[in-house]
């Protein structure tokens, strides 16, 4: 049994092209291994966690016995989906590009779990890289939509590619070791462009979810 | 006269060094220009602007005449934030790096003030690059905060710089020419590397303020 946590972070739940490809991974996934796994759904898109605040840094950076009981509250929502990271091996991440980056609420979510002594360690005997992720072995299947394209290495826009690097970085400190990332592209165009990018990708999940199951997945 | 729209977005207040960078520039310039500029002061660190929501897609991307009051009310802080970007010609942005990025509530903020028709404008006849800033001219002065080092080209943290490099890209739609970035660097470390960032970064801004109020800015 695999545990398996899904997060949606568009802010679109209708026609939404990100959930839809998730939804097709879900599905093939499903197909394959029956109710072998067990599944945590978080939905960020519709229902955000609360931003990073003073506080919030305050109690973070206050070691566990000494946490007072308010605190140890503001923390909450931080421990719950922590708990849930933890838990998985594999994440699925669906997200929209906004801005070319990861949309807010996407932004809060990495926000509230990449916590010290929680998801990472933090020592300054390792040098110039003190942070190291707690865990390990995690899979990540990204799947993204982009109204535009072309944000690979020498694509049209590649230097505008600000949403797959940075969560390819923060999902190390999760303790991800692989990260498979399939994109639909050219959305604002809604040309054929974008009709062979959709059906691309929506190959691609199913083709993944088939390569995940049977264990023939290579680290990329 | 000039605007000038401040903005803060760390979620610290006390000892926040992105702050104090801010503070100094402010304290510079008006011991060099007086009285004579208006100032606009956002701060989205202690009261982060709304998560974007499937209703503010749609109110967004209908055309103003067809809105009813209940879209445009959806739009209202948006609207708000949006006017303060346009009276703007000098954006001064002071950010601490979270998780290599900007903060959640940044990038809320930018989220609510890149908008369609307002911001930027969209036409599929330009080809592949259908987006394009309808105001110009704006100067950014950025300052920022990080916990490690060597974010910049050939740095040892080159592959994880993705505050910066988004910002440039996310302000150019805002109608920004001219990117001005001071940043301190090794936070974490608290070492003399720290103390020697901090204290060129603080020059910097002192020496920025007199470039750009006698005129002779270069753009970068």
Request: glycine content about 6%; charged content about 25%.
């Amino acid at each position: 049994m695999k545990t398996i946590l899904r997060i949606d972070a568009s802010a679109r739940v209708d026609r939404s092209l990100s959930r839809d490809l998730a939804d097709r991974f879900v599905q093939e996934w499903k197909r394959l291994r029956g109710d072998k796994d067990s599944w945590i759904v978080r939905d960020v898109g519709t229902c955000p966690p609360p931003f990073v605040s003073q506080a919030f840094i305050a109690a973070a950076f206050t070691q566990v016995s000494d946490r007072t009981s308010e605190k140890s509250a503001i923390l909450e929502t931080s421990d719950e989906l922590i708990a849930e990271v933890k838990k998985a091996d594999m994440i699925v991440l669906s997200t929209a590009m906004y801005n070319y980056g990861v949309p807010a609420a996407l932004k809060a979510w990495f926000d509230m779990v990449i916590r010290v002594d929680e998801t990472f360690s933090f020592d300054l005997k390792r040098g110039n890289k003190p942070l190291r992720p707690i865990q390990s072995g995690k899979v990540l299947v990204l799947l993204t939509s982009a109204g535009e394209f072309g944000f690979s290495q020498n694509g049209f826009n590649q230097g505008s590619n600000h949403l797959v690097p940075h969560i390819r970085t923060m999902s190390y400190l999760l303790g991800v070791e692989a990260v498979h990332h399939i994109g639909i592209e050219y959305q604002e165009f809604g040309d054929e462009r974008h009709e062979w990018s959709k059906s691309k990708a929506r190959d691609a999940v199913v083709e993944l979810a088939n390569t995940l199951v049977h264990g023939t997945a290579v680290k990329n």
